[in-house]
Each structure stands twice: as structure tokens, then as C-alpha cells.
């Protein structure tokens, strides 16, 4: 079975561990944390406030991903299309912020993981002055798994004075993805005259401007209901324009995982 050119790259080697059940283990912390605060909600709510002390935001977003493998190559060198195709594929994230400045507007800094793959058959090894054209029922998979601290800044001043539902934001931070690519049994990829496997890492930074729109006002009542069960002051619903540059900060040899996308989503502050 002939490798891609990309499962040649040397990296860093990634750490065991699957994507998805990091995000579900997160999620489930965060969720649990909300639960414990709702005593003081309900406190809040006995003093005439319905707003129970707010600390934190937990978002869940997702948009299509195309990693810019091929950017690295000269013109018209493009093995990633070549192997995996040129549609996109789904990027799934989630975020916990910490916000520490709710005055004029709120700052805070976030923790972001997220998930990615993408899935192409193998070409057959083809024979001496050849050309692999021939794909086997082999499948290569390349996996993505990002990680950014970002310091973020929502602008929801006209919300808190004069309940307007619409909320700018913005993001900045640096990102550090780890990439890995399994052949058909699962395993990592090996191949190439350096000896690389399918493997490493690669540091970057992302941002990002976006709106979210506070649903709280389709039904106050049930906002107020909800932040005394369960500690979340308000509930969001966003779209952000996304920029990845991850391709090493000037390193030599890495894979270029990075890409400019959209992505939408959940937000929960509480």
C-alpha cells in the first residue's frame, strides 16, 4: 500500500487519548460545576435578582474544516487534495472561559479543544516507473485534535443596560494542534526515505470575530427558571468567522493544519 506525501512528515509525537471522549469528559465537568452553583441562583433569585453570580462561559460550536496541508508545496503540488479530496469536513470544538472583567464589557480567557478527521482509500503500490492511480479498499485517516488558550472580549454593555439580544466578540490566543495519520489497520502511518511516521504536533495561533444573539428574551420567564435550577445566567446563540494559522510560527517541517472557516454554535454563561 503507497503512503500519501504527507504521512512522511516528522513531529512531535502525539499524546494517547481520543478527541471525542476528551470533549464529552469536559463537557460533562462543566455541566457538573453549573449544577453546584444553582444553590446560588437560587439565593439570587430570594433577593429579587434573577442574574445568579456569572464566572464562566462553556460554548460548543461547529463548521467545515479543510486542513491547508498543501500550502507548504509549490504550485500546483497538491498531495492532500490528491488523497483526501477537496471537501470539507466537520470541525467540532468546545471552549470553558473564565471570565475575569464584567465592567465594560466582559473579558476573560478560554481554554479551547477541539476534533477533526478526515478519511481517504489508499493508492496500490504501483510498479517500477509507475504512477499510484489505483485506490485499495485500504483507508488512511487523518486526525486532528486542537488545543488554543485565547483571551476573549464580548462587548455585551447595550445587553446589560438596555437588553439588546445582539453581542460582538472577539478572539485571540495561540493554538497548538496535534495531527496523527492511521493506516487501514488503525495504526500510524510509517513510509518515506527519512523514516517519518504519521505523527506530531504544530504550534499557531487562531482568532476570531463573531455576533451572538441572547435567546434569554424569546422567554424571560424560563431564563429566570433556568438560571435558578441550574446556575446559567444566559444562554447564546452565535456565528464567528474563524482564522487558523497553524503552520509552525516560523518552524521548519511542519505540517500545515490551519485553514479559514466558519463556525457556529452554543454558548452557555453561568
Keep these: 500500500m503507497k503512503l500519501p506525501p504527507l504521512e512522511r512528515r516528522r513531529g512531535r509525537p502525539a499524546g494517547p487519548g481520543s478527541g471525542r471522549a476528551t470533549l464529552a469528559l469536559l463537557v460533562v465537568a462543566t455541566l457538573s460545576l453549573g449544577a453546584a452553583r444553582g444553590a446560588n441562583a437560587q439565593v439570587a433569585t430570594s433577593r429579587g435578582s434573577y442574574e445568579s453570580p456569572q464566572r464562566f462561559a462553556l460554548e460548543l460550536r461547529f463548521g467545515p474544516y479543510l486542513?491547508?496541508?498543501?500550502?507548504?508545496?509549490?504550485?500546483?503540488?497538491?498531495?492532500?487534495?490528491?488523497?483526501?479530496?477537496s471537501d470539507r469536513g466537520l470541525m467540532s470544538q468546545i471552549e470553558l472561559d473564565y471570565q475575569f472583567f464584567n465592567l465594560s464589557g466582559t473579558a476573560a480567557i478560554g481554554l479551547s479543544l477541539g476534533y477533526f478527521r478526515d478519511t481517504g482509500k489508499s493508492f496500490v503500490e504501483p510498479g517500477p516507473g509507475q504512477t499510484a492511480t489505483e485506490r485499495s479498499g485500504d483507508?488512511?485517516?487523518?486526525?486532528?485534535?486542537?488545543?488554543?488558550?485565547?483571551?476573549?472580549?464580548?462587548?455585551?454593555?447595550?445587553?446589560?443596560?438596555?437588553?439588546?439580544?445582539?453581542?460582538?466578540?472577539?478572539?485571540?490566543?495561540?493554538?497548538?494542534?496535534?495531527?496523527?495519520?492511521?493506516?487501514?489497520?488503525?495504526?500510524?502511518?510509517?513510509?518515506?526515505?527519512?523514516g517519518g511516521k504519521?505523527?506530531?504536533?504544530?504550534?499557531?495561533w487562531q482568532g476570531a470575530v463573531g455576533v451572538s444573539l441572547v435567546l434569554d428574551f424569546i422567554d424571560p420567564g424560563a431564563a429566570r427558571n433556568l438560571d435558578g435550577e441550574s446556575g446559567i445566567n444566559r444562554t447564546h446563540l452565535f456565528i464567528e468567522l474563524a482564522k487558523f494559522s497553524v503552520s509552525g510560527l516560523g518552524q521548519e517541517g511542519r505540517l500545515h493544519v490551519g485553514d479559514t472557516t466558519w463556525l457556529a454554535g452554543l454558548l452557555f454563561e453561568f
Design 67 to 85: 486542513p491547508e496541508v498543501d500550502d507548504e508545496f509549490g504550485p500546483g503540488v497538491t498531495p492532500y487534495r490528491n488523497f483526501f479530496g
Design 198 to 204: 504519521g505523527r506530531g504536533g504544530t504550534l499557531g
Design 139 to 194: 483507508s488512511s485517516r487523518l486526525s486532528l485534535f486542537p488545543t488554543a488558550l485565547m483571551l476573549v472580549y464580548r462587548a455585551d454593555q447595550a445587553y446589560r443596560l438596555w437588553r439588546i439580544p445582539v453581542v460582538p466578540y472577539a478572539k485571540i490566543g495561540i493554538n497548538y494542534t496535534l495531527w496523527r495519520i492511521s493506516d487501514g489497520n488503525g495504526l500510524i502511518a510509517e513510509g518515506g526515505t527519512l
